[in-house]
Protein backbone atom coordinates (compact mmCIF):
# COMPACT_ATOMS: atom_id res chain seq x y z
CA UNK A 1 0.00 0.00 0.00
CA UNK A 2 2.35 3.19 -1.37
CA UNK A 3 2.39 6.70 0.03
CA UNK A 4 0.38 7.25 -3.69
CA UNK A 5 -2.62 5.35 -3.59
CA UNK A 6 -2.97 6.80 0.19
CA UNK A 7 -2.64 10.29 -1.02
CA UNK A 8 -4.74 9.68 -3.99
CA UNK A 9 -7.52 8.05 -1.78
CA UNK A 10 -7.73 10.87 0.89
CA UNK A 11 -7.63 13.94 -2.03
CA UNK A 12 -10.80 11.91 -3.70
CA UNK A 13 -12.26 11.49 -0.29
CA UNK A 14 -11.47 15.63 0.32
CA UNK A 15 -12.68 16.65 -2.63
CA UNK A 16 -14.97 15.53 -5.96
CA UNK A 17 -13.11 16.94 -8.39
CA UNK A 18 -9.73 15.07 -8.40
CA UNK A 19 -9.13 13.59 -11.67
CA UNK A 20 -6.43 10.98 -11.05
CA UNK A 21 -4.28 10.04 -13.82
CA UNK A 22 -0.60 8.94 -13.98
CA UNK A 23 2.11 10.44 -16.03
CA UNK A 24 4.99 7.82 -16.02
CA UNK A 25 8.00 9.84 -14.92
CA UNK A 26 10.10 6.77 -15.07
CA UNK A 27 9.60 5.95 -18.74
CA UNK A 28 12.62 6.42 -20.78
CA UNK A 29 9.59 8.17 -23.39
CA UNK A 30 8.49 10.61 -20.79
CA UNK A 31 8.34 14.37 -22.49
CA UNK A 32 7.43 17.46 -19.74
CA UNK A 33 5.87 19.44 -22.60
CA UNK A 34 3.43 16.90 -23.29
CA UNK A 35 2.45 15.96 -20.01
CA UNK A 36 1.47 19.50 -19.26
CA UNK A 37 -0.20 19.36 -22.54
CA UNK A 38 -1.87 16.83 -20.91
CA UNK A 39 -2.70 18.43 -17.87
CA UNK A 40 -4.22 21.49 -19.69
CA UNK A 41 -6.74 19.23 -21.86
CA UNK A 42 -7.64 17.46 -18.81
CA UNK A 43 -8.07 20.66 -16.49
CA UNK A 44 -10.25 22.50 -19.21
CA UNK A 45 -12.51 19.59 -19.60
CA UNK A 46 -12.70 19.06 -15.73
CA UNK A 47 -14.20 23.07 -16.19
CA UNK A 48 -11.53 23.92 -13.43
CA UNK A 49 -10.14 27.45 -13.21
CA UNK A 50 -5.89 26.74 -13.47
CA UNK A 51 -5.86 28.30 -10.26
CA UNK A 52 -8.03 25.48 -8.65
CA UNK A 53 -6.53 22.81 -10.60
CA UNK A 54 -3.13 20.80 -8.91
CA UNK A 55 -0.67 18.71 -10.10
CA UNK A 56 0.82 16.28 -7.47
CA UNK A 57 3.88 13.83 -8.25
CA UNK A 58 5.04 11.12 -6.68
CA UNK A 59 7.93 9.92 -8.35
CA UNK A 60 9.80 7.12 -7.74
CA UNK A 61 13.21 6.79 -5.92
CA UNK A 62 14.62 4.80 -8.91
CA UNK A 63 15.44 5.83 -12.24
CA UNK A 64 15.16 8.45 -13.98
CA UNK A 65 11.74 10.03 -12.31
CA UNK A 66 13.25 12.30 -9.85
CA UNK A 67 15.22 14.01 -12.76
CA UNK A 68 11.99 13.87 -14.98
CA UNK A 69 10.05 16.07 -12.32
CA UNK A 70 12.49 18.43 -12.17
CA UNK A 71 12.06 18.69 -15.81
CA UNK A 72 7.99 18.91 -15.32
CA UNK A 73 8.21 21.53 -12.66
CA UNK A 74 10.44 23.18 -15.13
CA UNK A 75 7.72 22.95 -17.76
CA UNK A 76 4.91 24.08 -15.80
CA UNK A 77 6.26 27.10 -15.24
CA UNK A 78 4.67 28.11 -12.21
CA UNK A 79 1.28 27.80 -14.06
CA UNK A 80 -0.55 25.28 -11.63
CA UNK A 81 0.30 23.98 -8.12
CA UNK A 82 2.53 21.30 -7.83
CA UNK A 83 2.80 19.29 -4.60
CA UNK A 84 5.70 17.08 -4.61
CA UNK A 85 6.49 13.74 -2.23
CA UNK A 86 8.54 14.32 0.30
CA UNK A 87 11.18 12.32 -1.64
CA UNK A 88 12.19 15.65 -3.54
CA UNK A 89 13.48 17.63 -0.65
CA UNK A 90 16.94 16.90 -1.75
CA UNK A 91 19.89 18.59 -3.23
CA UNK A 92 18.93 17.12 -6.76
CA UNK A 93 15.98 19.32 -6.41
CA UNK A 94 17.64 22.28 -5.28
CA UNK A 95 20.64 22.01 -7.66
CA UNK A 96 18.14 21.32 -10.76
CA UNK A 97 16.05 24.07 -9.98
CA UNK A 98 18.53 26.45 -9.41
CA UNK A 99 18.27 28.99 -12.05
CA UNK A 100 14.56 29.05 -12.00
CA UNK A 101 12.57 32.36 -11.87
CA UNK A 102 10.94 32.86 -8.85
CA UNK A 103 7.28 32.20 -10.53
CA UNK A 104 8.29 28.94 -11.14
CA UNK A 105 9.56 27.78 -7.46
CA UNK A 106 6.30 29.74 -5.75
CA UNK A 107 3.94 27.42 -7.18
CA UNK A 108 6.12 24.22 -6.35
CA UNK A 109 5.87 22.99 -2.60
CA UNK A 110 6.85 19.79 -1.14
CA UNK A 111 5.42 18.06 1.74
CA UNK A 112 7.20 16.37 4.56
CA UNK A 113 6.57 14.53 7.99
CA UNK A 114 9.50 16.33 9.75
CA UNK A 115 11.56 19.28 9.14
CA UNK A 116 14.42 20.51 11.57
CA UNK A 117 13.52 24.07 11.57
CA UNK A 118 10.26 23.33 13.05
CA UNK A 119 10.65 20.27 15.22
CA UNK A 120 9.03 19.68 18.11
CA UNK A 121 11.57 17.47 19.80
CA UNK A 122 15.13 19.92 20.15
CA UNK A 123 16.75 17.01 22.01
CA UNK A 124 16.68 14.62 19.43
CA UNK A 125 17.84 16.63 16.87
CA UNK A 126 20.27 17.73 19.01
CA UNK A 127 21.85 14.35 20.16
CA UNK A 128 21.76 13.21 16.60
CA UNK A 129 23.54 16.48 15.05
CA UNK A 130 26.17 15.42 17.94
CA UNK A 131 26.18 11.64 17.47
CA UNK A 132 26.76 11.87 13.33
CA UNK A 133 29.02 15.46 13.20
CA UNK A 134 26.45 17.16 10.59
CA UNK A 135 24.81 19.92 10.34
CA UNK A 136 22.03 18.45 9.00
CA UNK A 137 19.70 16.07 9.20
CA UNK A 138 16.80 14.87 6.16
CA UNK A 139 13.02 13.90 7.22
CA UNK A 140 14.24 10.27 6.88
CA UNK A 141 16.07 10.11 9.97
CA UNK A 142 13.44 11.31 11.99
CA UNK A 143 10.65 9.23 10.37
CA UNK A 144 13.45 6.05 10.84
CA UNK A 145 14.29 6.87 14.67
CA UNK A 146 10.46 6.64 15.18
CA UNK A 147 9.71 3.59 13.44
CA UNK A 148 12.89 2.10 15.81
CA UNK A 149 11.82 3.74 18.88
CA UNK A 150 7.82 2.07 18.25
CA UNK A 151 9.16 -1.11 17.47
CA UNK A 152 11.67 -1.28 20.32
CA UNK A 153 8.67 -0.09 22.93
CA UNK A 154 6.46 -2.57 21.18
CA UNK A 155 9.01 -5.64 21.81
CA UNK A 156 9.80 -3.78 25.83
CA UNK A 157 6.03 -3.98 26.73
CA UNK A 158 5.40 -7.92 24.94
CA UNK A 159 8.02 -8.99 26.79
CA UNK A 160 6.16 -11.42 29.15
CA UNK A 161 8.23 -14.41 28.17
CA UNK A 162 11.98 -14.90 26.99
CA UNK A 163 11.00 -14.61 23.69
CA UNK A 164 8.12 -11.84 22.39
CA UNK A 165 5.32 -13.26 20.08
CA UNK A 166 4.91 -12.02 16.91
CA UNK A 167 0.83 -11.64 18.18
CA UNK A 168 1.48 -9.90 21.50
CA UNK A 169 3.97 -7.37 19.50
CA UNK A 170 1.00 -6.51 17.26
CA UNK A 171 -1.23 -6.08 20.23
CA UNK A 172 1.30 -3.28 21.68
CA UNK A 173 1.75 -1.86 18.44
CA UNK A 174 -2.36 -1.87 17.96
CA UNK A 175 -2.07 -0.07 21.91
CA UNK A 176 0.97 2.27 21.37
CA UNK A 177 0.85 5.14 22.74
CA UNK A 178 3.86 8.05 22.47
CA UNK A 179 5.88 7.25 25.56
CA UNK A 180 6.56 10.55 27.37
CA UNK A 181 10.39 9.85 28.28
CA UNK A 182 11.36 8.82 25.16
CA UNK A 183 9.39 11.63 22.81
CA UNK A 184 9.32 10.87 19.27
CA UNK A 185 10.91 12.61 16.82
CA UNK A 186 8.12 13.41 14.71
CA UNK A 187 4.86 14.24 17.59
CA UNK A 188 2.29 11.88 19.34
CA UNK A 189 2.33 8.45 17.73
CA UNK A 190 -0.63 6.29 17.75
CA UNK A 191 -2.44 4.27 15.39
CA UNK A 192 -5.47 2.85 14.40
CA UNK A 193 -6.14 -0.62 15.74
CA UNK A 194 -8.63 -1.58 12.71
CA UNK A 195 -5.82 -0.45 9.46
CA UNK A 196 -2.81 0.18 11.42
CA UNK A 197 -2.86 3.52 9.69
CA UNK A 198 -1.21 6.71 12.01
CA UNK A 199 -3.75 8.87 13.85
CA UNK A 200 -2.90 12.57 12.95
CA UNK A 201 0.27 12.26 11.01
CA UNK A 202 2.19 15.02 11.29
CA UNK A 203 2.64 16.69 7.79
CA UNK A 204 4.05 20.07 6.71
CA UNK A 205 4.83 21.90 3.40
CA UNK A 206 8.33 23.52 2.59
CA UNK A 207 9.36 25.63 -0.94
CA UNK A 208 12.38 26.78 -2.56
CA UNK A 209 13.73 30.49 -1.52
CA UNK A 210 16.77 31.23 -3.43
CA UNK A 211 19.28 32.55 -0.98
CA UNK A 212 19.95 36.82 -0.86
CA UNK A 213 23.50 36.20 -3.03
CA UNK A 214 21.41 33.77 -5.66
CA UNK A 215 24.33 31.49 -4.81
CA UNK A 216 22.21 28.37 -4.62
CA UNK A 217 18.23 27.51 -3.49
CA UNK A 218 17.19 26.36 0.22
CA UNK A 219 13.89 24.59 1.67
CA UNK A 220 11.87 26.90 3.92
CA UNK A 221 8.55 26.05 5.58
CA UNK A 222 5.12 27.70 4.53
CA UNK A 223 1.69 27.40 5.32
CA UNK A 224 -1.04 26.40 3.39
CA UNK A 225 -4.86 26.98 4.23
CA UNK A 226 -7.08 24.57 2.83
Known sequence: FSSRTRHTRSLCDWSSDVCSSDLKLGMPDFKPGMAIRYVQEVQAKSGLSPEKFDIV????????????????????RGKYLMLGSWGLRNPLTLQGLRD??????????????????TTTNQAFLDDALSLWGTKKLAPVTATSYDAALVLYKALERSATAATPTRQAVLKQLKLFKSPSEDPPATGTIEFNSYNGDRLTPHVEFVHILKCPDNSTNFFSKISLIF
Open 57 to 76: IFPSPLGGAQTQSIELIKEN
Open 100 to 117: QAPSTLANFVIAVPWDPK
